[in-house]
Nanobody, 126 residues
């Protein structure tokens, strides 16, 4: 039914930038108004990076505030993550997620989402 496909990952040097894209098919903004980006590094738990709730409010994990920007193009049914000033600790597989309206306290928690992309790798070197 719903498909989420991420793209834009790659290898960059510390301080560099990348823009991730997530293309959604089989859904509409009204179907799954909440969309988010998560990441998971080897041996680590999947953590929320940024999210947009059903009202268009934006939330960020503390470590990426001021560096990452999440945005949504409802006409194209896509969500983006602009990543600036990348750090080595940002290295992870990045996943796009979508769901029905999610309570604020769950927006950056993986259990709050049922629909996931397959991920795109981001590697940051010093």
């Amino acid at each position: 039914q719903v498909q989420l496909v991420e793209s834009g990952g790659g290898s960059v040097q510390s301080g560099g930038s990348l823009r991730l894209s997530c293309a959604a098919t089989g859904i509409t903004s009204s179907d799954y108004p909440c969309m988010a980006w998560f990441r998971q590094a080897p041996g680590k738990e999947r953590e929320g990076v940024a999210a947009i709730d059903s009202d268009g409010n934006i939330y960020y994990e503390d470590s990426v505030k001021g560096r990452f920007i999440i945005s949504r193009d409802t006409a194209k049914n896509k969500v983006y993550l602009q990543m600036n000033s990348l750090k080595v600790e940002d290295t992870a597989m990045y996943y796009c997620a979508a769901d029905i309206p999610v309570p604020e306290e769950w927006l950056l928690l993986a259990p709050g989402y049922d629909n996931w992309g397959q991920g795109t790798q981001v590697t940051v070197s010093s």
